[in-house]
């Protein structure tokens, strides 16, 4: 007897049951009594789950200090539980933003007057009131602006290198991101898919790089519209969650855009070939090119008929007489037609860079008849779908007459009905209008007839048109768990939901089939037994333990496949049902922690420290399993936000390993890997010294102080003073490297010829664009004759690895600085002769009175343009008036 009668009976006895036969009670709220409450964790609501239907005279919010406030926002709703609904996210904003409620404050939400929707007498407790607290967090993140608006026409192929191809999301404040992807067509249809995006992060902008990715439609299913979406938005202050623009989704930000396709003028080609008589056309192409079908657009039986073949079906060969160009054959011995126009054409053709091409011709037909009428095409192709579709197509050769149709699932059979079901369009058969959905093998067997009154053969039954497909039957998927994965403090009952593409519910369990809960050393510490929750909510489980578990330590619990099935379960039948359309659960495990645990721990091949030569290969064993959420890598090369290298790591389980490409390290000198590491239990895991992460560094040995002063103005030599100077920084094995610090306890000193000082200077970074630069500034300006050194010691100057905040200043991680450095001058304030620029010829050095380098140039342009004033020109002083 099916345990799905029992099941009804027992669900409309609970349903019909009188609302006095209880008191009002208070099931649940979401959140949880002192939880913490964010506008942006899912919808921003607050719910309260009664176990039947109420009224509520008022509902407030109320702050730690200051009065309460009316919320404007609030519905009841009952589906298969009562639930009143206040909607606060946009209300607690303003008051967020307004300060009468502060991020970390405990507020209440608060429900008056609460009374039973069908007896009003009967009041919830004593007063008709209750209040949860609740704290609350800061305003999240936001989107400020996007380079291309929600709407905006894209190119399908931005070539690499073409700025257009950046689309730059900027936020609130700066941001991190997880991915990037594009998003397209329809999972009812078939033809969703998605496509990875590179993507780089400056601060508070997210920089998605469409540069290199075809959105062609053959490329996107199909689709001529994408969605561009970046997923797992963080706040880099705190982690928090940044406010999305996908509803239920926070964290998402996602924006819409439509595939502008551009017309390429480089290719063409065409058709040629008798319509009527030959048995294929051939097509000629200057170039080479994607499509996806070839469309035929004609008259048949006096109506128009439109038929694809798709681009699979042919043969592209290069044209042996044009570099370049392609040629293919178009089968015409299938085609009926009558006498007028045939249009062929490509159908979404495009040139390797993306642009459309256009290649159609029209031919005139007396009428053709081909010798067999056959089946083209069925859509969806016969084979294995992810769940049934509400439509299939069958197009034929020639106009047809179905005479019969029957849909077969398992031992089932049922009769389609001609003008119900069986829709028939000229050429054209579209099945349609089900009752339910077929899970399992599912075919159509139909008798069809061609214009000539032939049955059409199609598959593999003599005068019949055969369609197979196979539709998974493990579809009942276990979304979500009560207690919930995680931390807890015992476990014994828990309860399952289930849910399934058809909206289907829970209609019986495999008696054979155990829930098993193993620890950490893979022991089977209890099993555990289903059966129908309350029958309140039919799609819910309840899995019972044979034992309550307490003791601390990682739990696994994992539900066999095949032990809960849907409503169409049949205990009657050695397979429960499956062959007439029942569907049960994959495996499911869920994870759980009780008490205090040993935190995750994490060793690494080969161990952190200093290499002669960084290998590319890096092992990671965790003590438990986890997945990777972030994995980043700096080097010599890259900036101080590092490099994703997602793409590059391998997680099996517990080991996660790192591959970098043969010969990348050989030219760095140290790396330093970033990886966000969830183990099991839903924690991060630390190792190093930044909490929640990852960190190992490499270094090679390094000669430290190489960076090298590669130019000084005033140039050393003879100058009439000396107060500023300007040196020019260069490292050698990185020509990309900036000046990035000092070492300001190091003293720099001007010494005279007796090798007293005869004064200090500082050191900073110049003022102008020049990062390569540093800039010296005497305490005093030196105008005495006589001859200066000036001397700037050792691991003064630092490249761009520089660190303020480590005790070597970064050198562990490859920062170099340099090598002691002196410079000579001769001060002469006297005997520099005056001169005129007629006495002066070919090119000149220019300085001002205060010794400072200004420019090198033939001395027709080396003082054009200068202030008035007095230089120094090749020794000699020159006025410029």
Not at 18 to 41: F, M, R
Not at 612 to 639: C, G, H, W
Request: glycine share 8%; hydrophobic share 35%.
């Amino acid at each position: 007897m099916k345990k799905l009668l029992l099941v009804c009976v027992m669900l409309l006895t609970v349903i019909g049951m009188k609302a006095e036969d209880s008191a009002i009670e208070l099931l649940n709220t979401t959140p949880k009594n002192g939880e913490k409450y964010s506008v942006n964790k899912a919808d921003g609501n607050v719910v309260f789950t009664f176990n039947r239907g109420v009224t509520i005279d008022k509902a407030w919010i109320v702050p730690a200090e200051g009065n309460k406030i009316a919320i404007t926002n609030s519905w009841d709703s009952f589906i298969l539980q009562y639930y009143y609904y206040c909607g606060i996210a946009n209300q607690m904003k303003q008051l967020l933003s307004d300060g009468i409620i502060k991020a970390g404050e405990t507020f209440s939400i608060e429900l008056e007057g609460i009374k039973d929707k069908e007896n009003p007498s009967i009041i919830f407790g004593t007063d008709g009131k209750v209040s949860i607290s609740l704290v609350a967090t800061r305003l999240p993140a936001t989107l400020v602006s996007v380079s291309k608006e929600d709407g905006t026409d894209l190119k399908s192929y931005y070539k690499p290198g073409d700025e257009e191809g950046i689309i730059t999301f900027t936020f609130s404040e700066p941001v991190t991101c997880q991915s990037a992807e594009i998003i397209y067509g329809n999972v009812e249809a078939g033809t969703y898919g998605h496509q990875d995006v590179p993507f780089t992060i400056t601060e508070e902008k997210v920089l998605a790089n469409l540069q290199g990715i075809h959105m062609e439609p053959e490329a996107l299913n199909g689709a001529t519209a994408i969605t561009l979406q970046l997923r797992t938005l963080q706040a880099v202050s705190d982690e928090s969650i940044v406010e999305g623009n996908i509803p239920n989704s926070p964290g998402r930000v996602g924006m819409h855009y439509t595939i502008k396709k551009g017309a390429s003028e480089e290719i063409y080609g065409g058709f040629e070939g008798d319509i009527d008589k030959d048995d294929h056309l051939s097509c000629w192409i200057s170039g080479k090119i994607t499509f996806d079908a070839v469309r035929f657009s004609y008259n048949l039986k006096n109506k128009p008929t439109v038929i694809d073949i798709s681009s699979d079906q042919f043969t592209i060969t290069d044209d042996p007489e044009n570099e370049g160009a392609i040629t293919f054959t178009v089968p015409l011995q299938y085609f009926t037609f009558d006498a007028g126009d045939v249009i062929v054409e490509l159908v979404n053709a495009n040139d390797l860079a993306g642009s459309s091409v256009e290649i159609n011709e029209t031919f005139s037909s007396k009428g053709r008849t081909a010798a067999n009428s056959t089946c083209l095409g069925i859509t969806p192709t016969p084979g294995t779908l992810s769940a049934f579709p509400q439509q299939f197509t069958f197009v034929f050769n020639d106009a047809v007459t179905v005479e019969s149709g029957t849909i077969i699932n398992g031992e089932m059979e049922m009769q389609l009905i001609v003008g119900a079901n069986i829709i028939v369009d000229n050429n054209k058969v579209t099945i349609t209008n089900f009752r339910g959905s077929f899970i399992g093998d599912v075919s159509f067997k139909l008798q069809v007839k061609d214009s000539k009154e032939a049955y059409i053969t199609y598959g593999n039954t003599e005068n019949y048109v055969i369609a197979e497909y196979s539709i998974p039957s493990n579809t009942l998927v276990c979304t979500s768990s009560d207690p919930a994965p995680g931390k807890v403090t015992s476990l014994h009952v828990i309860t399952l939901t289930f849910t399934s593409p058809d909206k289907s519910i829970v209609g019986g369990f495999d008696p054979e089939k155990k829930a098993t809960l193993t620890d950490e050393s893979g022991n089977v510490v209890a099993t555990g037994t289903f059966d129908y929750a309350d029958f309140a909510y039919p799609m819910n489980a309840i899995l019972t333990l044979d034992k309550e578990i307490t003791t601390a330590g990682v739990y696994t619990l994992t539900i066999p496949e095949a032990a809960v099935y849907n409503d169409r379960f049949d205990d009657a039948e050695e397979d429960l049902g499956v062959a007439n359309g029942a569907i049960y659960n994959p495996e499911k495990t869920i994870i759980y922690s009780l008490g205090e645990i040993t935190p995750t721990t994490c060793t690494v091949t080969p161990a952190p420290g200093e290499y002669k030569l960084l290998p590319s290969q890096y092992v990671f064993t965790f003590s438990r399993n986890v997945t990777i959420e972030m994995a980043k890598m700096k080097n010599d090369n890259t900036d101080r936000l590092g490099e994703d290298i997602l793409s590059n790591v391998n997680v099996d389980n517990n080991i996660v390993t790192i591959t970098l490409p043969e010969g990348s390290t050989s030219n760095y000198t140290f790396l330093n890997f970033m990886l966000e590491a969830i183990d099991i239990t839903g924690e991060a895991v630390t190792l190093g010294m930044a909490e929640g992460y990852v960190v190992v560094d490499y270094t090679t040995p390094v000669a430290a102080n190489t960076y090298e002063c590669t130019k000084i103005t005033p140039e050393e030599g003879e100058v009439s003073s000396l107060k500023v100077f300007t040196l020019t920084f260069t490292n050698s094995a990185n020509e990309r490297a900036t000046v990035g610090g000092f070492d300001t306890s190091k003293e720099i000193v001007l010494k005279d010829s007796q090798g007293s000082i005869a004064t200090t200077g500082t050191i900073d970074l110049t003022d102008g664009d020049n990062w390569a630069e540093a800039i010296v500034t005497l305490s005093e300006e030196i105008n005495t004759d006589g001859t200066y050194t000036l001397i700037i010691p050792e691991g003064t100057v630092y490249d761009d690895q520089f660190d303020p905040y480590a005790d070597d200043f970064g050198v562990s991680f490859g920062a170099i600085y340099n090598p002691e450095l002196t410079f000579t001058y001769q001060v002469k304030t006297t005997g520099i002769e005056n001169a005129t620029i007629d006495e002066l010829t070919g090119e000149v050095s220019v300085y001002n009175t205060q010794g400072i380098f200004i420019r090198k140039a033939d001395i027709s342009v080396a003082l054009k343009d200068l202030p008035k004033g007095i230089y120094i020109v090749n020794g000699k002083k020159i006025a410029v008036y």
